[in-house]
């Protein structure tokens, strides 16, 4: 389900560079356009804060068998290997048969930050990727 902004914009894409950057780690799923949100709760940062703010974008994801990256927009927000200590700090399920659900502290990205960030995106490749992710934790 590829969201407006993909269609019209092309809001979500993955990038050539990035894509070519990753064929040799073996893709095992990526889907571009999809939609997707960032919840933040109690969220604290320099000059920033909320207690419970949604942004609705078009976003990307790619798991491969080194890497798990999420794109808001065109730009990968979250490029992580799988065996960075990080990645087993993100909770990782499977919201609905089509939502993948990513759920962490913000300070493992963002320098004294707290709260928490919930990053949902929607793809027909959910299962497949959460049992993957989940494989590896």
């Given at each position: ?8 914009f092309?809001?979500?894409?993955i ?49 491969t068998?080194?890497r798990?990256?999420?794109q ?6 979250i490029?992580?290997e ?9 909770k ?5 048969e ?29 299962k ?10």
């Open positions: 389900m590829k969201s407006w902004f993909y269609k019209i092309g809001a979500g894409k990038r050539e560079t990035l894509l070519n950057g990753l064929q040799g780690e073996e893709i095992i799923a990526s889907d571009e356009g999809i939609k997707s949100t960032l919840t933040y709760k109690n969220f604290r940062a320099p000059g920033r804060y909320s207690n419970w703010k949604r942004r609705w974008f078009s976003g990307a994801i790619i798991l068998k080194k798990l990256i999420l808001q927009y065109s730009q990968p927000v490029n992580l799988l065996t960075d200590a990080r990645f087993k700090k993100i990782i399920s499977l919201e609905t089509d939502t993948l659900l990513f759920e962490f502290e913000p300070h493992l990205f963002l320098e004294n930050s707290t709260g928490n960030i919930e990053w949902r995106c929607r793809t027909p490749d959910a497949i990727i959460n049992d993957r992710l989940q494989m590896l934790k």
